[in-house]
């Protein structure tokens, strides 16, 4: 064989090797998948709002913080939640005949808002209140207070900003602890056999 026809067989040959190494599949594309990254976790949610433990009380009723957004304003409440523990509302635990209740345990409930309110008939201008309630016969106010920062029984009748009339109802299933809502442009409280409610508006 002549020196020309030995190299062209060694380049035939060549190209031959590399076409098969080159025409070999393609390395698989992988099938793993990426997994879903899980959602953050929604915080725990008390009476229609966003629920922050701040600690528990003296006789064991947890203060917490719970946050709305209503109609663009942001309002929070602060209260501390007591058990009935077997008690009758109205004759063993507050709120009781025509004494004023600090609406929880413990500390005065604290009411935050960044908006102007309605509560009922009482404007409630942006700032930060205390709440409380007194019934006398079928009836119950709600009592909005510019005084703050005080123990629950330290209420200052001259320190009210306004009291409002609040609807009174049963609930079927009695509430063993206090709960605070805001749904449905209303504020109410659920405290053993009571529900007492109250409109809320945001100017």
Not at 78 to 107: I, M
Not at 127 to 138: C, F, K, R
């Amino acid at each position: 064989m002549s020196l020309w026809k030995s190299g062209m067989v060694m380049v035939i040959g060549l190209v031959a090797v590399v076409g098969c190494v080159g025409s070999g599949d393609d390395a698989p594309a992988s099938d793993s998948v990426a997994a879903p990254i899980d959602p953050a976790p929604a915080g725990e949610m008390l009476g229609g709002g966003a629920l922050t433990p701040i600690h528990d009380g003296q006789a064991g009723s947890p203060h917490v913080r719970v946050e709305w957004g209503v109609s663009g304003a942001n309002i929070s409440i602060a209260y501390g939640r007591p058990f009935l523990k077997g008690r009758t509302v109205g004759d063993s635990v507050e709120p009781l005949e025509g004494l004023v209740w600090r609406l929880g345990a413990d500390e005065a409930t604290t009411l935050t808002t960044d908006r102007d309110l309605m509560l009922g008939a009482a404007h409630v201008p942006a700032g930060e209140y205390t709440l409380w309630a007194v019934s006398t016969g079928d009836a119950t106010e709600l009592i909005i207070s510019y005084e703050t920062g005080q123990w629950g029984t330290e209420y200052d009748e001259s320190r009210d900003l306004g009291r409002t009339p609040m609807t009174i109802g049963t609930l079927d299933t009695p509430a063993e602890q206090l709960i605070l809502h805001i749904a449905d442009s209303v504020l109410r409280f659920e405290w053993g056999a009571t529900v007492a409610s109250v409109p809320i508006m945001v100017h």
